[in-house]
Every structure is written in structure tokens, then in C-alpha cells.
């Protein structure tokens, strides 16, 4: 275990990653990338846009009360079409008459890392300033082909 820490310390010279404490006291290296942003979107109708970056753009869902920050809530959260990856950093307005009209504010940013992905259902975790620990996205087919929910998977 000590050898390895010290040889991602000296990666650390040419290669960025953070070394992240779970809350299991384990440490886990996050490579680069793996990015997510929560859009915080002053359009018609306030909503946040989650976003995760994956396979070279991000992966997009509007949730129209954001991502539950305790257990026990579940949010519907609707797939919106894949946005570029620049899109990460984007805060601003979007003006009158185009898509997504109103403001874009960060609500929060981070890296996560993936459990699990497949099209039905997601586990990542999230180490943001707001978002943080194991969350799960699941397909709600009763509500249509577009919906998930996304809720904390524990405590
Ligand atoms: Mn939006």
C-alpha cells in the first residue's frame, strides 16, 4: 500500500489526478477527466441540469428540483441530448428566442467516479463542493423513455 502511494505521488509530476478519501478511509485515485457539472438553469422554468462526463461529452439529464442532497428523496430526472464538453464551464445567458433561453449559473462541480453504467441504471460517486457519496440514476419507465430518477444511495 505504501509503495503504491509513493509511486502516484511521483506520477503526480507529470500526470494530474487527485488522490480522494472515500468514506471508507481508502484512498482512490480519480483519472483525469470524469468531470461533472449541476447546472442551476433560470429558464421558463427553474431547473438543474446534471451532467457527466463520459466517453468525450456530457451526459445530460434536466431535473426539475435538483439532485436530492439527502437520503431518502428521489427526483425525476428527464435525458436531455448529449452536450459537448466544453459546455462544463458554462455560466451566463443563453438569449430570448434560443434553446434553453434565461441564465446558466454552476450549482455544482466536481469529479465522480462510476460504479456502475449501463442503460438502465448508473451508480457513481460524487466528490463535489455540495454533491457527495454514492448516488443512483434509474430508469422510471412508467413515466416515459426519457425519465430516470436520481436519488443518494445511503446516508
Ligand atoms: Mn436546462
Do not use: C
Not at 464538453?85 to 430570448?96: C, D, K, M, N, S
Request: proline fraction near 3%; avoid cysteine; charged fraction near 30%.
Amino acid at each position: 500500500m505504501a509503495a503504491e502511494r509513493s509511486t502516484g505521488i511521483r506520477k503526480r509530476t507529470w500526470r494530474v489526478f487527485s488522490m480522494i478519501k472515500e468514506p471508507t478511509g481508502t484512498a482512490k485515485k480519480i483519472e483525469d477527466g470524469n468531470y461533472f457539472v449541476v447546472h442551476e438553469h433560470h429558464a421558463r422554468h427553474l431547473h438543474y441540469d446534471l451532467r457527466l462526463e463520459r466517453d468525450g461529452v456530457l451526459k445530460s439529464w434536466a431535473v426539475p428540483k435538483g439532485i436530492p442532497e439527502s437520503f431518502g428523496e428521489k427526483h425525476l430526472a428527464v435525458a436531455v441530448e448529449d452536450h459537448p464538453l466544453a459546455y462544463r464551464t458554462f455560466e451566463g445567458t443563453i438569449p430570448e428566442g434560443e434553446y434553453g433561453a434565461g441564465t446558466v449559473r454552476i450549482w455544482d462541480k466536481g469529479r465522480y467516479t462510476t460504479l456502475h453504467w449501463d442503460d438502465e441504471k448508473i451508480e457513481i460517486v460524487f466528490y463535489g463542493q455540495r454533491l457527495n457519496g454514492h448516488y443512483v440514476l434509474v430508469r422510471f419507465k412508467r413515466a416515459g423513455k426519457s425519465e430516470w430518477l436520481v436519488f443518494k444511495a445511503s446516508e
